[in-house]
Each structure stands twice: as C-alpha cells, then as structure tokens.
C-alpha cells in the first residue's frame, strides 16, 4: 500500500496552520502499473520465441519478419504471416516506442535496438529482391506452394535501382521453414509467397500496407535518432544494401541515423504511389471519372500492372493521396513540390483542399466524424491517414480522434496517442491534458482499463478458456469485425499481441513521459496563483507574498529559508491521480514464461 502525504498550509492574519493529513489509496493502480509490464515483458518474451526469428543473416529470406497468429486444430499447428497489414502496423511501431522509452529510463535497450535495425533490414531486403522474385515467377509460371524455394534467385541479378518502394508482403520461404521450423517448434506455417498449391501467392504489397507501414516509419522519425549498431553485425549477401544505406546518409561507419532512414523509407513508398505509367482503362465512364477527378495515384507491380489488391486506384487517387502528402512533408521536411509527382487532375476533388484559407479538408472533416460510416476498412485507413498527417491542421484532429475512440464502433484507441506524439511540436499536444487533472485521468482511466483486460500470458480465442477477453480476441483489435462475439464459434488461434504492446508503450509516451511535467520544478519567484508539476522545490530564498496553491504529484520540498509574508492563503498538496503511472519505473522485468 502506498501513503500520499497531504498538506495544507493556511495563512491569516499572519497565523500560520500547518495541517497534515495521511490518506491510503488503494495499491490497485500500483499494481496495475507493475502488471501491465509484467505482461508487456511476457508478450515480448512470447514474441521472440514463437513468432519471430531474429537472425543477423539479414539477406535470409523470411528472418526479421515476425508471424500474427497460430492457428491450432485436432492434428497440426501452424504458423501465419498473415497478410503484412498487422506486421506493417505494430512491429516497428513496438520496437520504435520500447527503444525510447527504455533509454529515457536508463534501461538497456541493446537487443530493442537489434531488433530495430534488423526490422528495417528486412524491409530493404524485400525492397531489393522483390522485382527478382517476381521476374522468376513469371518465367517458370508462378510457381506454387512447395516448388518455392530461396535456391531460384541468383543475387547477381539485383539490382541497385530496385530500391524503390515496392516489394512484395513477405519472403518467408519453404527454405526458411526447412531451416527454422525447429526453432518455433510448429507443424507448418503459412505465408504471402508461399501459399497452398493451387492459391494465388507472391502478393505485392497493397495501399493498406503502406499506410500501415508509414505509421511506424512516423514514430521511428520522431523518436529514435542516431544509434551505434557496432554491438549488432549484419551479415549481407551483397553490397548493395550497405551502398544504398550510404549514399542515403543512413549509414556512416558502425551509426545508423534511424530517422533518416523513416524519413527516406517514407519518401520512396510514396513515390512508389504515384507511378509514372500511362495506365489505360476501358473507354467507360470510369475512364472519364479517372480522367476528371482523380489523380494519377495507384499500385502496380513491377510490369506495371495493376496490383491484383488494394491498388488503390479510385480511394487513392480520389482522396487517400492528400494525407500522404501532407504525411511525407511532416516526417522528412520537404516541400510538396518534391514528395509529390503527378500534378493530378484536371479539375478534381483534391483542388478543393486549396480553395479553403486555413488549409482545411472538408471531405476528411466529413470522412473523420464519428457518425459517418462509409466501411470500417475504409474508416480505419482514413483515421489512421488522417492521424499522421494532422489533416484538419490542428488540436481538431485531435478531437476528432478522441470522438471516434469514445464514440465508434471501431475505435482505434491508439490513434489520438500517436497524434501526440509525432505532432508533438507543432501544438504542444502532448501537454494537453494537464497531469492529475480531470481530463487526464479520464484518458488514462480509459486506457489503464483496456489494458487490464489483456490476459496475461497472451491474446487468444479460445472461448473455453477462462482468461478468454472479447477486447483482445483477434489478431489485430484494431480490426473489431475479426473478434470473436458472443454467439460466434471460437477460433483456435493465439495472437502475437502487437496492439496491446504497442498500445501501452504508446499510451506512457503520450500521456506519461515528458520532461518538462516530470522534471523538478526549482521555483524562486511566482506570478501564477496556481503551480503544478510532478517534483516541486522552494528556493529558502523565496519571500512568499500573496495568495498560491501548489499541487504536485510527488513531492513538494521547501527549502530552510523559506518565509511567508502578509495576509495570505497558501495550500501545498500531495496528490496521486487515479490510475498513477509512474514513467520513470517503465523499465525491463524478468519473467517467467508461460506456457
């Protein structure tokens, strides 16, 4: 049980009243602070053990990737990739927030940033290889299931140009499985380019999974700079990564600038948006639609053909297309004339975004209200645009964020948070919600509850299970049409558990970790009637003069010296919020693995 000590010190007339009262608050908020990084670590244990195969071999197909689900059933396990949406969204966005905030707090975050830099390497090596796979494919007849293995690509046919946004959703081969399946300890797996005989496989990459991707690329830029990987070697096939990284100014020696590289990786996917192809459709009133309205902005693959999903080429030329602008000038600076290609239409729906004064969208203002609902895959990719590319230009995105978590179906929680954070400096909003106050507490109220909820030794949908959770009942929470409800059958699966890590990392960095609430306040002067801050100290100094309330959620501290003078009233408080977090205690635990 914690004591928060409570003091009043009233002046009249020149009396002086020191009350000191001891209030007990229950250690459930404590407790749940140390349980939910108990079973953070857990989750992260239960990561790399069977969904993940870190390997410093970074050009071996399939490491680096980690898998979402293991689905069960009476005779064989299996192992699923999925179809990169998840893996796109979460993984870098955990490794991102672990690593800052393990390093804010002191913590060793060597094997976080092993993890990172690898992640990224498997991105580049899907970068580099992907035009290669395909062209195999092609010439020996989209080979199926089994006949796929890492044996049909010679590296002498890369190329140093295939850099350049597109790949396809993963490369985990049957010579991956052959040689690591020991290490997970499954019966099979499943995979984008290696899929049942007869399925078609080898997808490319759709617009789904480059917003999702462009997500942990915008937390990477905002919190992780330059880092010595000299302690984490990777081993390359070739040299073309290591010279691409270094013409990039991503790579000087054993430093690797991680923002540069989020910055650079966001630039290439969307210049990979906008093709330079003069793509033809059927002489229809979709060419003329096309044509009139939309921009030039779709996916195709490397015959540039349209990618057989989520091409995007109405949704993204239509509308999509300004939230990644406005996000690639937000993440690497530069100005719209150089993230962006195809001038567009001729008269379209984008024009309309520059005929406002204050730089509005009304179309996302319509897209991004609550009560508008026009499909939750659509609601998800536009609230997550919209969230990284600040698109209603201020504290009103993060309203807006805040209405549809509190009043949606589908709330993505996380949202608001990381609006926070990568917008951070632009309005300041991660001083918002004022710590201990009211609207504080209720955002950390709504998020400390959701993470309660998570079991402890990971998601799952076994029904029959007792620490089944309908929160947490499908690969991805963000997606609530894929839970598991009340009269649906379970589905024997256990989930990686990304979301809630991402989630509650986000949730410290957000609302938690900031310096100038955190830091101790050394006062020696005061204007204000009203101080709050976390750590608060009185110079002896200081000739106290008029009427002042201090709150702090730590410790006050007056030094020997300190006077009052005059007919005053001065009240100084101790208080613990509701659901206190201390973010100076996120740190690493040793745990003991489930089962």
């Known amino acids: 049980m914690k004591i928060f000590i409570y003091m009043k010190f009233l002046l009249r007339r020149n009396f002086l009243f020191l009350i000191v009262g001891l209030f007990s608050f229950s250690a459930v908020q404590s407790q749940s602070q140390y349980s939910n990084l108990e079973k953070y670590w857990k989750y992260r244990e239960r990561l790399r053990e069977k969904f993940v195969y870190v390997s410093d071999s970074v050009e071996n197909f399939g490491v680096n990737l980690p898998a979402v689900k293991i689905n069960y059933d009476d005779t064989a396990s299996t192992l699923g990739f999925g179809d990169n949406n998840v893996r796109s969204a979460f993984y870098l966005s955990l490794l991102s927030t672990e690593l800052y905030l393990l390093k804010e707090n002191g913590e060793n975050y060597s094997e976080t940033l092993k993890e990172l830099y690898y992640a990224l390497l498997a991105i580049e090596r899907l970068d580099l290889y992907s035009e290669t796979y395909e062209q195999v494919a092609y ?14 690509i010679d590296v002498n046919d890369l190329n140093i140009n295939n850099i350049n946004g597109y790949f396809i959703r993963d490369d985990v081969t049957l010579s991956f499985w052959d040689k690591y399946s020991s290490y997970f300890g499954f019966d099979d797996f499943i995979s984008h380019i290696n899929r049942e005989p007869g399925i078609f496989f080898m997808e490319p990459i759709s617009q789904d999974n480059i917003f999702n991707l462009l997500q942990g690329l915008a937390l990477i830029e905002a ?39 989020a910055r650079d990786l966001t630039l290439r996917l969307t210049k990979y948006m906008q093709p330079s192809l003069n793509f033809s459709v059927p002489q229809t009133w979709v060419t003329w639609f096309l044509n009139v309205f939309v921009s030039d902005w779709y996916l195709v693959d490397s015959r540039g053909e349209l990618v057989p999903e ?19 000038i937000e993440v690497t600076g530069l100005p719209e004339s150089v993230v962006r290609d ?45 969230a990284l590319a600040d698109i209603l230009h201020g504290i009103i995105t993060l309203d807006a964020l805040r209405d549809l978590r509190d009043n949606h179906d589908s709330p993505l929680e996380h949202l608001p948070l990381i609006y926070m954070i990568i917008h951070r400096d632009k309005y300041a909003v991660r001083d918002f919600f004022t710590y201990g106050s009211n609207s504080f507490i209720n955002e950390m109220e709504i998020y400390t509850d959701l993470l309660d909820l998570a079991q402890q030794c990971g998601p799952h949908g076994f029904k029959n299970r007792l620490d089944f959770e309908y929160e947490w009942s499908a690969v991805t929470r963000y997606k609530p049409w894929l839970r598991i409800g009340v009269d649906d059958d379970p589905k ?25 609430q955190y830091g101790t306040d050394y006062i020696s002067s005061w204007d204000p009637e009203v101080i709050k801050g976390y ?16 709150t702090a959620h730590n410790s006050i501290k007056l030094e020997p010296g300190f006077s009052v003078d005059g007919s005053s009233y001065f009240r100084a408080e101790v208080i613990s919020p509701t659901n206190y977090y201390d973010p100076k205690e996120y740190k690493i635990i040793a745990v003991t693995p489930c089962d």
């Open 223 to 261: 919190l992780v700079g330059v880092e010595d990987v000299s302690s984490n070697p990777a081993v390359f096939n070739t040299s073309i990564i290591p010279t691409y990284l270094f013409n990039k100014n991503i790579k000087n020696g054993n430093s690797i600038d991680f923002a540069e590289w």
């Open 310 to 328: 989520g091409n995007g080429l109405l949704e993204l030329g239509a509308f999509f297309h300004w939230p990644i602008i406005d996000n690639a």
């Open 535 to 550: 750590d608060i100290e009185f110079a002896g100094s200081v000739v106290y003069d008029g009427d002042l309330t201090i």
């Open 342 to 386: 195809n001038e567009g239409e001729l008269f379209g729906l984008s024009v309309y975004k520059e005929s406002f004064e204050d730089g509005s969208t009304p179309v996302f203002g319509v897209l991004m209200d609550s009560d508008f609902n026009w499909g939750e895959e659509k609601e998800q990719k536009t609230r997550s645009l919209g």
């Open 139 to 152: 010439d020996e007849g989209w080979i199926q299931g089994s006949d796929w293995d890492d044996s049909k």
């Open 492 to 516: 024997l699966m256990e989930f990686s558990g990304m979301d809630y890590m991402v989630l509650h990392n986000l949730m410290y960095i957000a609302l938690l970790v900031n310096k100038d």
